[in-house]
């Protein structure tokens, strides 16, 4: 088993994320309870069943790989391989009944995300990606736009009304005024926009790991960025942008200082 390519751990990561989605899909626009956590997110019985499913699974195949997911913590760390699980990226959309809301499945190998697998089970979309092995959308390549422009992009963003909160206010200002078109298609579901060639820029101002881990693979794969507010590309900045890659520098010179 450790000697799997990056190639089978990405469909491995692929049928996570679809098993995971479709457990979630028993729960989705049904009169589900919701709790609230210690730092103040939701979290329902589907969350947990979802995390526990995948956690049961890579169990089961790689016994020797560490585990990170959103709800149960980590366990064996210190793995070579470390599976990152977010398993509703969207739990307020979820319970809303909207069905913008998605199963992360995110690989690294010795700190650095090589594969991701991104499920929007209440579309039916699956991307899934490998460092060297492209992205795939539903069974053809992804790819990102081929707009280069900031006046002729769509940006998109989780939350507008938050940006003051992480001093982003202004930044944020300029790019609405720069880009042709704003909408808040938000959470994963902007990064695939961006990777599907939808959309060209999408911005987060706080991001965990486990909302970021599977983005990166996917984006970049399909010839995209996704880099912190200063342009580095990671996973673990916590902040995202996501871009075509083509409006990147021009989007990078609008941000400026914290809290500018």
């Known amino acids: 088993m450790a000697s799997e390519?990056?190639?089978?751990?990405?469909?491995?990561?692929?049928?996570?994320?679809?098993?995971?989605?479709?457990?979630?899909?028993?729960?989705?626009?049904?009169?589900?309870?919701?709790?609230?956590?210690?730092?103040?997110?939701?979290v329902t019985v589907a969350d947990r069943q979802s995390e526990r499913l995948m956690r049961e699974l890579i169990a089961a195949?790689?016994?020797?790989?560490?585990?990170?997911?959103?709800?149960?913590?980590?366990?064996?760390?210190?793995?070579?391989?470390?599976?990152?699980?977010?398993?509703i990226d969207g739990t307020k959309t979820f319970v809303r009944g909207v069905p913008l809301y998605a199963v992360l499945v995110g690989l690294e190998r010795d700190g650095e995300a090589v594969v991701g697998a991104i499920n929007i089970p209440g579309t039916g979309e699956l991307l899934h990606a490998a460092r060297g092995e492209g992205c795939s959308w539903n069974?053809?390549?992804?790819?990102?736009?081929?707009?280069?422009?900031?006046?002729?992009a769509l940006l998109l963003c989780s939350d507008a009304e938050s940006m003051p909160q992480y001093g982003r206010a202004a930044a944020y200002r300029r790019m609405v005024a720069a880009t042709k078109l704003q909408?808040?298609?938000?959470?994963?579901?902007?990064?695939?926009?961006?990777a599907t060639g939808r959309a060209e820029v999408m911005l987060d101002a706080d991001v965990?790991?486990?909302?970021?881990?599977?983005?990166?693979?996917?984006?970049?794969?399909?010839?995209?960025?996704?880099?912190?507010?200063?342009?580095?590309?990671?996973?673990a900045g916590g902040e995202a942008i996501g871009t075509n890659g083509l409006v990147l520098d021009e989007l990078l010179a609008l941000v400026g200082a914290r809290g500018e």
């Open 5 to 42: 390519s990056l190639r089978d751990l990405r469909e491995f990561a692929a049928d996570l994320a679809w098993q995971a989605g479709k457990l979630t899909l028993r729960y989705f626009q049904t009169d589900i309870a919701t709790e609230i956590k210690a730092d103040a997110s939701p």
């Open 61 to 87: 195949r790689y016994p020797d790989h560490s585990i990170l997911g959103e709800e149960e913590g980590e366990t064996r760390p210190g793995a070579t391989y470390r599976w990152v699980l977010d398993p």
């Open 139 to 152: 069974g053809r390549v992804a790819r990102v736009s081929q707009v280069s422009r900031l006046r002729d």
């Open 183 to 194: 909408r808040t298609w938000g959470d994963a579901y902007g990064y695939v926009l961006v």
């Open 208 to 235: 965990r790991l486990w909302d970021a881990t599977a983005l990166l693979p996917v984006v970049t794969e399909a010839g995209g960025t996704l880099t912190d507010w200063r342009g580095t590309q990671t996973a």
